[in-house]
């Protein structure tokens, strides 16, 4: 045995065996898929069976230990990161907005939220993800704290660190999104409850949360975080902040204007949610046959404007935004518009309900509980994320330059979209699901495929060939998303059996393996078979 001075010495020694190679740097993010849940929506423990109304904006019982029970349910979307909601201690009690239910009103950032465990039902959840392979992504809020009234707010010891009136920005309304100084100094909230700002220039204040992240991402072994409000700061603060946190973050710049949001990246060192791809995102598919030109356009104006598009966080849900389900009824067009953020440039994040169809409209309508669902793996949509989720590691694996090559996005027709991040190529079409039959030509020149090159439709399952040109046809059937690699690097991609349509290289059909409807007897006949062989659609 050792004495405890002889512990203490080799401590340095242990530490430098401990695995730290989890923790995710740029490099490693960019292979990651990201499932966002709000914790206190997204399990609790069983035995707690009170009514969780979304509307009524109070915890409804969700803990990290339940997380830490599904992991399973998200690794077998093919997700391996999670992004849970802020962790930290909040103001309690009810207000005019309801609880904190949702994290993000800062009391004592020193302190866990104990609604949503213990720091020891944190770190079990840090290790049980590393267990399975899978990392952990928290939100942190540097920007302000809150407090039900403005009148009422007075720096204390209740709020941790922040005792002193230095420590704040002096009281006033964010008014006006365009004026900058406004937007980094003054409040955000209302009158319900108050986000004192924080004084982010103090050098005290600076310090302290350098220190605060560095040990945060220690003391629970976190791989990768995600960043509240970082427009409300000035750029200036990020890049020690970032350095302190160690690990890959993704930053929220609520803004649409791409040439507003770049210098984030660019200078600030934070890589930012791609709101500016959002918002024509949902407006491309957020009815038939919509114009496609608004988001090719902003696909370039994005290359123009960030040093690196490729480490942008892309989404099409999240927790602040009515759900595209909220607005959208069609299942081709929701399954089009969730296909994009997997098919192209970027990390994905995909928001915990979208595989349960759920269709929350805004906030707070858009947290609704997930164990209402049970936890169902067998919906359409949670295949179809397991499916995406395939063909994009398929694609990591066959080639090394898939994940910080940038997609070309070009318009097939007035209707279909032509995401070509090689070897990974979607068609993302606007027409719906009671369209007929649409053939659409992707070019050798645009894929690089020689001719006779079998592809699989990772979507569909099937199987089709390229001409003698090289050229593939393609059917869109029934609107759906056609998501395409060569055959002989489809890894997990229809593990579980593909259909072959052999001569035309036409034929994408509409449902996944095991659930075929007519389009040609041999595709029925072949539909008909693997379901029976091989039973379902893999998971992953
Ligand atoms: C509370 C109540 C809600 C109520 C709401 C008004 O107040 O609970 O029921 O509807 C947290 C909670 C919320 C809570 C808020 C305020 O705190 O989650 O439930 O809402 O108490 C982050 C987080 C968010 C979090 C906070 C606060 C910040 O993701 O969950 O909210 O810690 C602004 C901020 C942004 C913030 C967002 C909610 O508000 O910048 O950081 N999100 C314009 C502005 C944006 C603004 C946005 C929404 O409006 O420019 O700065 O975001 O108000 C595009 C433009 C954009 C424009 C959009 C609307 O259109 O390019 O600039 O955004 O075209
Ligand atoms: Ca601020």
Request: hydrophobic share 40%.
């Amino acid at each position: 045995m050792f004495t405890t001075a002889q512990a203490l010495t080799l401590l340095p020694l242990l530490a430098s065996f401990v695995p730290s190679a989890l923790a995710l740097d740029a490099t490693a993010m960019r292979s990651k898929s990201v499932y966002q849940l709000v914790t206190d929506r997204f399990a609790r423990n069983s035995s707690v069976t009170t009514t969780c109304n979304a509307a009524d904006r109070k915890y409804c019982g969700g803990t990290w230990s339940a997380v830490a029970g599904q992991l399973d349910y998200i690794k077998g979307m093919g997700f391996d990161t999670i992004w849970i909601s802020p962790v930290v201690d909040n103001i309690g009690g009810s207000t005019g907005e309801g609880e904190a239910y949702h994290g993000y009103w800062t009391l004592d950032t020193n302190s866990l939220n104990s609604n949503f465990g213990t720091a020891d039902d944190l770190k079990a959840l840090s290790t049980a993800l590393h267990n399975k392979g899978m990392y952990l992504m928290v939100d942190v809020v540097v920007n302000h704290v809150a407090a039900t009234s403005s009148a009422d707010f007075a720096p204390s010891a209740a709020y941790g660190p922040f005792s002193a009136q230095d420590d704040f920005h002096p009281f006033c309304w964010i008014t006006d999104y365009t004026n900058q100084t406004q937007v980094e100094e003054c409040w955000l909230g209302d009158s319900a409850v108050a986000l004192p700002d924080l004084n982010t220039e103090s050098a005290t204040v600076k310090q302290f949360w350098n220190t605060w992240i560095t040990q945060l991402v220690s003391n629970y072994t976190l791989d990768a975080v995600r960043i509240d409000t970082v427009k409300h700061i000035s750029q200036s603060f990020w890049p020690d902040f970032v350095n302190a946190a160690g690990v890959f973050n993704q930053g929220e710049v609520l803004n649409g204007d791409a040439t507003y949001v770049g210098p984030y990246q660019n200078t600030a060192k934070v890589n930012p949610f791609n709101y500016p791809i959002y918002y024509p995102l949902v407006r491309a598919f957020n009815g038939t046959n919509q114009n496609l030109t608004e988001l090719t356009a902003m696909v370039s104006t994005v290359k123009s404007s960030f040093n690196d598009p490729t480490l942008l966080g892309s989404f099409l849900n999240n927790h602040d935004n009515p759900r595209f389900e909220s607005a959208v009824s069609d299942t081709s067009l929701i399954k089009n518009a969730h296909t994009y953020p997997l098919v192209s440039d970027g990390i994905p994040y995909v928001y915990y309900g979208s595989e349960a169809g759920f269709k929350g409209g805004n906030d707070p309508d858009n947290r609704e509980p997930l164990w209402t669902t049970s936890y169902d793996t067998s919906s359409d949509m949670y295949k179809f994320f397991a499916s995406l989720n395939a063909a994009r590691a398929a694609a990591g694996a066959a080639s090394s330059s898939f994940y910080t090559n940038q997609a070309t996005v070009s318009t097939l027709s007035s209707t279909a979209l032509l995401v070509n991040k090689s070897p990974l190529i979607s068609v993302l079409s606007t027409t719906g699901s009671s369209a007929s039959d649409a053939s659409v030509t992707i070019p050798s020149s645009s894929s690089g495929w020689a001719k006779g090159t079998k592809v699989i439709d990772a979507v569909s399952c099937n199987e089709l060939t390229t001409d003698d040109s090289g050229n593939l046809a393609v059917t869109v059937s029934k609107g759906l998303p056609v998501v395409l690699i060569e055959s002989s690097k489809k890894g997990g991609v229809c593990a579980n059996g593909t259909t072959s349509s052999t001569g035309s290289g036409s034929g994408s059909s509409s449902k996944s393996a095991g659930e075929k409807t007519a389009s040609g007897m041999g595709l029925v006949m072949a539909g008909v078979l693997s379901a029976a062989v091989f039973g379902v659609q893999a998971l992953i």
